[in-house]
Nanobody, 116 residues
Framework: QVQLVESGGGLVQPGGSLRLCCAA?????????MSWHRQAPGKEREFVAS????????DYADSVKGRFTISRDNSKNTVYLQMNSLKPEDTAVYYC?????????WGEGSLVTVSS
């Protein structure tokens, strides 16, 4: 079955950096777009970034452009989100997602807290 497991979250000061990882299994990873989303307290889940199956095409929410970078390693079935210049408003639970066979699959999320 499809499984997505996020890691790498934590507490960071404003201006700091974190790298999130999402380890995937249960499907042919190299064939699918992957995406990151986040949900801040009291807000709806929102799109953050996506990457095509071999990494040639990426897309970002305006709020993270120039600060976040999505990448993938198909040999490790892992997608990454490098987050730089973090702001308090980036505080959220971050989820990776894949759509396989018409169904959306989500990980359990990784909490990122940006605070001094």
């Amino acid at each position: 079955q499809v499984q997505l497991v996020e890691s790498g979250g934590g507490l960071v000061q404003p201006g700091g950096s974190l790298r999130l990882c999402c380890a995937a299994s249960g499907f042919t990873f190299q064939n699918y777009y992957m995406s990151w989303h986040r949900q801040a307290p009291g807000k709806e889940r929102e799109f953050v970034a996506s990457i095509s199956n071999i990494g040639m095409i990426t897309d970002y929410a305006d709020s993270v452009k120039g600060r976040f970078t999505i990448s993938r390693d198909n040999s490790k079935n892992t997608v990454y989100l490098q987050m730089n210049s973090l702001k308090p408003e980036d505080t959220a639970v971050y989820y990776c997602k894949v759509s396989v066979g018409g169904a959306d699959y989500w990980g359990e999320g990784s909490l990122v807290t940006v605070s001094s």
